[in-house]
């Protein structure tokens, strides 16, 4: 069964550290998100990315985040300066675009010390 | 604005007892109403869906019904087990607005055996 994959499954950083989360997508998917779960929290919507562009970013998504699809199959999710408030689990998800769900990886969980 | 509204958790149950998660929401448009299941230490798992009013989404013995007039899906099941013990999120989706989901903050279960 197809799956999201993302790595790493748990990283460790130092604050002002800039970190990369990789994900890799379903692969006829068209739609691929961001999402973010401080620790006993919603799910909150990050950004979404559509066509090599972002079509839609939240409130939460400042100048520190930074989405890239560099080739045909991975979608990276960069935080330039981490702050211990970003400290979360990182997941990210895919859509083929129709009335189906959005399909989760098992989530990076990001440690900022 | 869009929004999802859960009963608050923690539910602990018995073994075999009946559950019931209250999801209440707010749209403009005609959503999908998705329930996304999270085990301990796990991803987020699609548990059900109903794509329009009266719908009624099923797996695993659960059971949830879009009830537009009360703009509510609220979760059911008949006779839980310890292994149903976790979080379950009630979601929105606008697969003509770019598919992104808005989650409610979740509701933990616990079931004792």
């Known amino acids: 069964e197809p799956e999201v994959t993302q790595t790493p499954s748990h990283q460790v950083t130092q604050m002002g550290q800039e970190v990369i989360l990789r994900c890799v997508p379903i692969s006829n998917h068209l739609y691929f998100y961001w999402y973010r779960q401080i620790l006993g929290q919603k799910v909150e919507f990050l950004v979404s990315f559509y066509n090599n562009e972002i079509s839609e970013k939240s409130e939460i998504f400042d100048d520190q985040f930074s989405v890239e699809r560099p080739d045909g199959s991975n979608f990276t999710l960069k935080i330039r300066s981490t702050k211990l408030e970003d400290s979360a689990m990182y997941f990210c998800?895919?859509?083929?675009?129709?009335?189906?769900?959005?399909?989760f990886g098992e989530g990076s969980r990001l440690t900022v010390l | 604005g869009n929004s999802v509204t859960q009963m608050e958790g923690p539910v602990t149950l018995s073994e075999e007892a009946f559950l019931t998660i209250n999801c209440t929401y707010t749209a403009t448009g005609y959503p999908s109403l998705f329930w996304y299941v999270q085990y301990p230490g796990e991803g987020l798992q699609l548990l059900l869906k109903a794509t329009k009013a009266d719908d009624k989404g099923s797996n695993k013995g659960f059971e949830a019904t879009y009830r537009k007039e009360t703009t509510s899906f609220h979760l059911e099941k008949g006779s839980v087990q310890v292994s149903d013990s976790a979080v379950y999120f009630c979601?929105?989706?606008?697969?003509?607005?770019?598919?992104?989901?808005?989650f409610g903050q979740g509701t933990e279960l616990s079931v004792k055996p």
């Open positions: 979601a929105l989706h606008f697969y003509n607005q770019g598919g992104k989901l808005i």
């Open positions: 998800a895919s859509w083929v675009g129709d009335t189906g769900e959005l399909f």
